[in-house]
């Protein structure tokens, strides 16, 4: 099925470790972004890319990297995970630079303890 | 600057319409959007409004925009147990790569 499918859906980490959540879409989308969600707050933005080969960052960047390794992939990477980076992630993407046609995939779940 | 706003619980009786309200603060918005949320999922559009309409009717929903007092309201018709979900309001404005501004959410109980 087309879509953003991300991995892992559920993860738990100790605090300093690190992780890489992968996204990927099959769309041919040329934007793709990464929201946090955390409760009472919506979503927010962590990055996002325009396109293939760039990225810029959103409101909340700070602790996270991003790699827009091709069309198809935009991955985030926690260098060191904390505690407030507890939330659930949210990969989407978008086909051009018109208003609606997000997709989103269905989220990672992450707890740093 | 950007900054959008929901109350954050609504409870009705099944059968009785549903009305979540929104409002916004950027001049420049583009699209509205109304996303469905249900528990452990990603999220669902149901619905998107361009700035330069006041209405727009899909099937239960409806949903108004005043522009002038920068409000969205979303109305879901004949409410049923399966529309209990978090209804979000967003926005996207020229200039901003179309990034999706959030409101916090709205959740929506539906009891018998």
């Known amino acids: 099925n087309a879509g953003v499918t991300q991995t892992p859906k559920f993860q738990v980490l100790k605090t300093g470790q690190s992780m890489t959540l992968q996204c990927a879409q099959d769309?041919?989308?040329?934007?793709m972004y990464w929201y946090r969600q955390d409760p009472g707050m919506g979503l927010r933005l962590i990055y996002y890319?325009?396109?293939?080969?760039?990225?810029d960052k959103g409101e909340v960047p700070n602790g996270y990297n991003v790699s827009r390794l091709n069309k198809r992939e935009f991955s985030l990477r926690l260098e060191s995970a904390a505690p407030s980076q507890t939330s659930v992630y949210f990969c989407?993407?978008?086909?051009?630079?018109?208003?609606?046609?997000?997709?989103f995939g269905s989220g990672t779940r992450l707890t740093v303890v | 600057g950007e900054d959008v706003e929901q109350s954050l619980f609504l409870s009705v009786r099944e059968g009785d319409s549903s009305v979540i309200n929104c409002t916004y603060t950027d001049s420049s918005s583009t699209y509205l959007y109304w996303y469905k949320q249900e528990p452990g999922a990603g999220l669902q559009l149901l619905t998107y409004i361009f700035s330069n309409m006041d209405m727009k009717q899909d099937q239960r929903l409806t949903v108004l925009l005043n522009k002038k007092d920068k409000h969205l309201s979303l109305r879901i018709a004949d409410t049923q147990t399966g529309d209990s979900a978090i209804y979000f309001c967003a926005e996207t404005f020229s200039g901003g790569y179309n990034k999706l501004i959030f409101g916090a959410g709205t959740r929506l109980a539906v009891h018998p």
């Open positions: 769309m041919n989308h040329n934007s």
């Open positions: 989407a993407s978008k086909e051009g630079t018109g208003g609606y046609g997000y997709t």
């Open positions: 890319s325009a396109s293939e080969g760039t990225t």
